[in-house]
């Protein structure tokens, strides 16, 4: 069973950028796409960034152009650089890697049912 540790949380001003690591131990997640989740006080969680073990990218429409998720299966890690920071990204980020299946669609990559295992999260708060 894979353990996921979520790290680079912090305050940022507006426009700022932060980088998140997710640290993998227990085994590789080579064959896995790793994914990127964040939850802000009162509303659902909601998707943000996936990485496929071909390292084809993913992004919620609030992350294209600001965001880049990376993967770097040598050291078991996986990356959300944040650039361009705004209040609205004040959430709880959380990352996940998916479960042994193979995607029918696209599309399922964007699902938090495609995942498995999950970390504890990091905080991240954007001020204005």
């Given amino acids: 069973q894979v353990q996921l540790v979520e790290s ?7 426009g700022g950028s932060l980088r998140l690591s997710c640290a993998a131990s ?17 509303k659902e969680r909601e998707f943000v ?6 390292a084809k990218a993913f992004y919620a429409d609030s992350a294209k152009g600001r965001f880049t998720i990376s993967r770097d299966n040598a050291k ?12 609205e990204d004040t959430a709880v980020y959380y990352c996940a890697v998916s479960r042994s299946i193979t995607p029918y669609s ?9 995942y ?11 001020s204005s």
Avoid: C, H
Avoid at 106 to 114: G, T
Avoid at 117 to 126: A, F, I, L, S
């Fill in 8 to 14: 680079g949380g912090g305050l940022v001003q507006a």
């Fill in 26 to 42: 227990g085994r590789t997640f080579s064959g896995s796409a790793m994914g990127w989740f964040r939850q802000a006080p009162g």
């Fill in 49 to 54: 960034a996936t990485i496929t073990s071909r």
């Fill in 76 to 87: 078991n890690t996986v990356y959300l650089q944040m650039n361009s920071l705004k209040p």
């Fill in 106 to 114: 696209d599309s399922i990559y964007y699902s938090e049912r495609l």
């Fill in 116 to 126: 498995g295992q999950w970390g504890q999260g990091t905080q991240v708060t954007v």
